[in-house]
């Protein structure tokens, strides 16, 4: 008897995750389907609603970044950890998915704090970055807070002397 029960509670839990999923997906999608028609990207705010497309929002969003004193499109950084996947697959090394981890972890931080910082009102964007990449579900309330505003223009950082 007790077996039924602890499986309904794993069921009605299970549950409750999908649907707080559910909705905290659909108020990223609404928040970044705002925040690209309001900044003049309405031709590709619909792709807000598709898994991948909103990562493409947010480059288009953000523009370009500096990397060793040129502009790049920050879509490119979306590429990166595609390739070192496909790396690891070939070659097979553990290794290198643990890398590829710790990439796309600082890939998300430099693009969450990129669109944070061209929000009003967001006094320190880099740790709420950090924050929102270690905790997702951070980012979605933050960024649906600010949904209606238009983005600011913000100095660009070169990036390449971070590492150094």
């Known amino acids: ?5 602890v499986m309904l509670g794993l069921i009605i839990g299970y549950i409750l995750l999908v649907i707080m999923g559910v909705l ?17 990207h309405k031709d590709i705010a619909i792709l807000s609603w598709v898994p ?4 493409w929002v947010m480059c288009k969003l953000i523009g370009t970044i500096v990397w060793d004193n040129k502009e790049v499109d920050s879509a490119v950084l979306i590429v990166i950890p595609i390739i070192t996947q496909f790396l ?4 097979r090394l553990r290794i290198l998915s643990t890398l590829n981890l710790i990439l796309v972890a600082v890939i998300s931080v430099v693009l969450l704090y990129e669109l944070l910082r061209r929000l009003r009102g967001i006094q320190s964007p ?9 905790i997702p579900l951070v980012f979605p309330f933050i960024i649906y807070k600010h949904k209606d505003e238009l983005l600011m223009s913000v100095d ?9």
Do not use: C, F, H, P
Not at 1 to 5: K, R
């Open 1 to 5: 008897m007790w077996l039924a029960e």
């Open 156 to 164: 660009k950082v070169d990036y390449r002397y971070i590492w150094q």
């Open 24 to 40: 905290i997906y659909i108020m990223t999608s609404i928040a970044l389907y705002s925040l690209a028609s309001n900044n003049g």
């Open 88 to 91: 690891i697959l070939a070659i």
């Open 52 to 55: 991948i497309g909103n990562i």
């Open 126 to 134: 880099l740790v709420l970055a950090v924050i929102s990449t270690l």
